[in-house]
């Protein structure tokens, strides 16, 4: 049978990387084999992606440039990584995915989100999520906390408006597919935070085993 496929969402400091460590022990509680693995990233050769879209340089990058590292990036981690490891039956736990590209490169960037669809169709050939749990956060919060962490990245040096955008896009996804996508409001206490999530776990992965 084939693994689950779980992702989490959320803009900078939104609280995806402090509660990840909560997911991984939900499932080694419940003995589920998984694999944790980012975006973009995950292979070899997709972080040397990574580090060429997230490092900042003084030569203005377009956004097609950007989205189709994105995708490259994308397909080689699904070949290599994703898709081997949920036709063992493991659960994939994966830090930003196609969500992120809609709102970063669709929300933020401002693309049509009818051209990452087509490139999404190419790369992903239908594969989907089956949880999504989409950390929310004020982007005026959420950057005080990702500027306090030090270095920032090539996106993190954006403005408050593209976070802005970026924070709508994600909404409008978890609206659009409530079946699919949990909110949880990152600017809670971590203790509240992390008990909303325990709940979304056991709610939507109670059949599992
Ligand atoms: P993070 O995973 O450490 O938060 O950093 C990854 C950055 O890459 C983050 O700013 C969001 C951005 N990103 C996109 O713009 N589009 C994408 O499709 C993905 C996966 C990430």
């Known amino acids: 049978m084939r693994g689950k496929f779980i992702t989490i969402e959320g803009g900078e400091g939104a609280g995806k990387s402090t509660n990840i ?3 991984e022990l939900f499932l080694q509680k419940r003995g589920i084999d998984y694999v944790l693995t980012r975006e973009p990233g995950g292979t070899k050769m997709a972080e040397e992606i990574r580090n060429l879209l997230l490092s900042p340089r003084e030569e203005q990058v377009s956004c097609i440039t950007e989205l189709l590292l994105m995708f490259a990036a994308r397909s080689q981690h699904l070949e290599e990584v994703i898709k081997p490891a949920l ?19 669709g929300g933020g960037r401002k693309l049509n989100f009818d051209t990452i669809r087509a ?21 005026v919060i959420g ?18 408006d593209f976070f802005a955008r970026v924070r709508e896009a994600y909404l409008g996804i978890a609206k659009a597919d409530p079946r699919r996508c949990a ?3 990152g600017s809670k206490h ?13 709610t939507r992965l109670s059949n599992d085993t």
């Open 190 to 202: 971590q203790d509240i935070v992390a008990e909303n999530l325990q709940n979304i776990l056991e």
């Open 143 to 160: 950057l005080e906390r990702a500027r306090v962490r030090g270095q920032l990245d090539r996106f993190e040096r954006e403005e408050l």
């Open 21 to 23: 460590p909560n997911i």
């Open 119 to 139: 490139l999404e169709g190419l790369v992903l050939s239908g594969l989907h999520p089956d949880l999504t749990i989409l950390f929310d956060i004020d982007p």
């Open 183 to 185: 909110v949880i409001d």
């Open 87 to 105: 036709e063992l039956g493991k659960y994939v736990l994966c830090d930003r995915f196609i969500d992120a590209t809609y709102a970063y490169q």
